[in-house]
């Protein structure tokens, strides 16, 4: 079994320094593709580095399987990482990389020819077994280094930003071939760490989105853990719905008029808005924030859902849909809305955004989200 238990995991690198990671519970179940997401600095490859081995654990326990492995050397826990340089060695051929580790480990040379074979075809590699590293493009040299991990046949493989060093173009085919490869071996765990929201939101089967900073010693590594709809639709605090969408969702300052079953009302920029959260632990008059994501915003003068008037400032056309920058009042951020690319708008104009009580969010004045009434996909 490959299920892997961080409990109330810390690290902090010297006496005096800031905690690295505190107190993170996380599990990734068997045959799990997990992906670990959050700015920079959060811990997120730390965390991975733990797993692997190469770092030492502060406090609390990692467990892979049913075996903890706080002491156990990385060569005896039945993990292979791939590193965001591909590290590969120039005078060797893509077989020769590929069979490195085996042979190192003493490993029978049939057998690691079959391994490197059955590696280089789920690959597509075959054609490039003979060929040096100079002679490859980067995705090519990527999948070596891939292809050097799953000769090991681990119980977890372990991805540190493998697509960062990547043009877009390729970033693209080879995510939809790490997505093939998780498919592929299916009894193989994955953790896979990035910065990057698009490749958390099309890998993973699970998120683990980390804090940052000052959040880290206050509320613990740990955000929000679920599947990426999840995180998507019941963001559980306002750096989670902050991060997790492209562009992140729109918070506006608002005031709480009452809360009844099922929905709260809110005060906006002189309109009273609905909102399908529970609110009920807040007393009226409690200033609060609204969000609602730019998808979830239509532009009519009549329709369902409450009306907000609000003038644009600017568009950004992408071909497929278009961004509207929108003033809703003075004092207000301004408010980004997605709509479709052909829509023709002019700077200027007075337009009224139409927002469904469903598709809003609420916040408290401590960042923690009011609980959706409503369920959506996850």
Known sequence: MSRIDFRNVCKRYAPGLPLTINNANIQIDHGEFCVFVGPSGCGKSTLLRMVAGL????????????????DLPPAKRGVAMVFQSYALYPHMTVAENMAFGLRVLGSDKAAIERKVKAAAEILQLTPLLDRLPKALSGGQRQRVAIGR?????????????????????LRVQTRLEIAKLHHDLGSASMIYVTHDQVEAMTLADKIVLLHTGAL????GSVAQIGSPMALYHRPQSVFVAEFIGSPKMNLLPARLVGAEA?????ELAGQRLSV???ASHLAPGAEVRLGVRPEHMAIADQGAGHGLPASLLHVERLGDASLLYLNVGAGLPTL???????????????????????????????GQACRRTVELPT
């Open 262 to 266: 099922g929905h709260a009302v809110v």
């Open 55 to 70: 770092e030492d654990i502060t406090s609390g326990e990692l467990l892979i399987g049913e075996q903890r492995v706080n």
């Open 276 to 278: 399908a959260v529970d």
């Open 336 to 366: 980004t809305t997605r709509v479709e690319g052909s829509a023709v708008t002019a700077v200027g104009a007075r337009l009224t955004l139409r927002l469904l009580p469903e598709q809003l969010h609420l916040f408290d004045a401590t």
């Open 216 to 219: 880290i010693e206050e509320r």
């Open 149 to 169: 991990a799953i000769v090991k046949e681990p119980k977890v493989f372990l991805f540190d930003e493998p697509l960062s060093n990547l043009d877009a173009a």
